[in-house]
Structures are given as structure tokens and as C-alpha cells.
């Protein structure tokens, strides 16, 4: 095997300083031929980490750091000079300072750039299978949406359904934990959802706050479990008390959609809409609960 079959690569970060926080964006890979720069094909992963990635083109980032680093290259000819230049040109990102080899498909390089980018820096899809959780309580608005699917045929508890246009219940985020969201549905692009009921309560109990915690904690494991939005659907009688419940959701979803808001609701419906290419969805009809006493 010949010694220039391999060849250098530099990760790509988004970071937020401020919460020491960071997730691989980008891979640059230097080939004897001129640098190769991957990027994720959407910000969807990297603006969870801070709003301000959601407006980074990266396709075009990408072109624009590769053609930099290739111009430089005619006066820089050496890999390693090109990697010390690599800071000036990365932003808004953040270039590793240690370079990693990789074994390099001369009559491909292409190749080993995708390899890279499926290892370091793409969503990775879900392994496991979904499973129907019998002794998960629904709530009332989860009974209601289930049967909201139900009516437009677009409801199904099979996870080879996600590919045929149906919303799965019970997708597992992260099924060693027992974390599972109450829907799931893909468009391309695999989102998450989970719904919080807080209507006819009077006050937080222990148990209503607990269950906030748990949904809000599996849409933050759900980051690294998808590659879409997650999507909390919430419904309260009396917001001022739902208020702190809602918050534990809302922190770690990407979308918020409050049913009691026309404009929410019509957005969830037309979101819905888009995701399952499908219009046969009729109107979103919740029934109250009786207050509690």
C-alpha cells in the first residue's frame, strides 16, 4: 500500500462559546489533487445549537470555502500550510487544530469525503424498531390527534409505515431509556412529536411537572436521534398556570404549536399537510375536558 493513499482531514465545528457547547458542521479533506469541503445539506442539526446557524447556506458555504482553499493552494502548495490558513477561511465555524488521516480512494475522493461526512457530521437515522407501549397512559389530546390521524388514514403503530406516509405513534427516541415521542412523521426529513394536555387543572402537581420533564427531556435526546423538527403540541385551559409546564416542553422543541391559538393551530394543520403530501386532513376539532374540581 502506498504511503500517499492517505491523506489528511479537518472537522468543521459549530460552537457556542458562551455554553461550551458544539456539533460537527463540515469535513475538509486534502487530497494531492485540491481540497474536497463536505457540509451538512441543511442547518436543521447545527441551529438547534444557536438560532443564528438556522441562516448559514451550507451548500454554498461549502463551495465558496473549497474554491478559497484551492485558490490559496497555487501559492500554498504544501497541506500543511493550507491547514494553518483553514481558521482564516471556516467562518462561522471552527476548524479542529488536530488534522486526522484518512485512507483516501485516489480514483474516488469524492467517496471518502462522504464516508467522512457519514461518520463525523451527518444525523444518524434510528436503528431501532418502534414498539407499541401498552402502559404508556395517553392523554386526552393524544387520544384526539390519534384520532384526528385515524380519520384521514394517514394513522399507523407499524414503523415501516414512516416511508408510506403515515404518522407513527410511540417513535422510540431512545428505546434503552424507554423514551418514546407520541408521533413521528417523515417528509424526507425524519420529525418528532410530542403532545402536553394541561387542560381542565387548576394547579402543577407533581406528577403533571414530571410528565413535562419527560417529554421535554425526550425532544432534547431526539436531536441526535433525527434529522426534522421537534414538535411540541400543547393545549392548556388556564395558561398562567400551564405556563412553567409548558416551558419544560417548550426549551427543547424546535416548534411550538399551542392549540388554543388559531394561527398555531392552522400552522400545525398545514405543517402536517406538507409532511404527509397530504390535504385530506379535515380540521383539527379539540373537545374540552370538563375543569377539574
Request: glycine share 4%.
Amino acid at each position: 500500500m502506498k504511503a500517499d493513499t492517505f491523506t489528511p482531514f479537518v472537522l468543521l465545528r459549530a460552537v457556542d462559546q458562551v455554553r461550551g457547547e458544539s456539533l460537527n458542521a463540515g469535513v475538509v479533506l486534502f487530497t494531492p489533487n485540491g481540497a474536497l469541503v463536505g457540509a451538512a445539506p441543511d442547518s436543521s442539526r447545527i441551529k438547534a445549537l444557536h438560532p443564528d446557524f438556522g441562516v448559514v447556506s451550507t451548500a454554498t458555504w461549502a463551495e465558496r470555502l473549497q474554491e478559497s482553499l484551492n485558490k490559496f493552494a497555487k501559492t500554498l502548495p504544501e497541506i500543511a500550510q493550507q491547514i494553518a490558513m483553514l481558521p482564516l477561511l471556516c467562518q462561522p465555524f471552527v476548524a479542529d487544530t488536530e488534522p486526522g488521516t484518512t485512507l483516501l480512494n485516489a480514483d474516488d475522493p469524492q467517496q471518502t469525503l462522504d464516508a467522512l461526512m457519514t461518520w463525523q457530521v451527518l444525523a444518524r437515522p434510528a436503528t431501532v424498531r418502534a414498539k407499541r407501549d401498552s402502559t404508556k397512559r395517553q392523554s386526552k389530546l393524544t387520544s384526539q390527534m390519534r384520532a384526528w390521524f385515524r380519520s384521514a388514514k394517514v394513522f399507523s403503530t407499524n414503523p415501516e409505515d414512516l416511508s408510506k406516509g403515515r404518522v407513527i405513534a410511540n417513535f422510540p427516541v431512545d428505546a434503552r431509556d424507554d423514551l418514546y415521542a407520541d408521533f413521528a412523521v417523515k417528509n424526507g426529513r425524519l420529525h418528532v412529536l410530542e403532545t402536553l394536555d394541561l387542560r381542565g387543572i387548576d394547579h402543577l402537581t407533581p406528577s403533571i411537572r414530571g410528565d413535562a420533564a419527560v417529554k421535554g427531556f425526550t425532544l432534547d435526546e431526539a436531536k441526535t436521534a433525527v434529522d426534522g423538527d421537534r414538535i411540541a403540541v400543547v393545549s392548556a385551559s388556564n395558561y398562567d398556570v400551564a405556563r412553567p409546564a409548558i416551558k419544560m416542553i417548550e426549551r427543547n422543541a424546535t416548534n411550538l404549536y399551542v392549540m388554543e391559538s388559531p394561527k398555531d393551530k392552522q400552522a400545525f394543520v398545514d405543517f402536517m399537510h406538507r409532511a404527509l403530501h397530504n390535504d385530506a386532513l379535515p380540521d383539527f376539532v379539540l373537545t374540552r375536558p370538563q375543569a377539574a374540581k
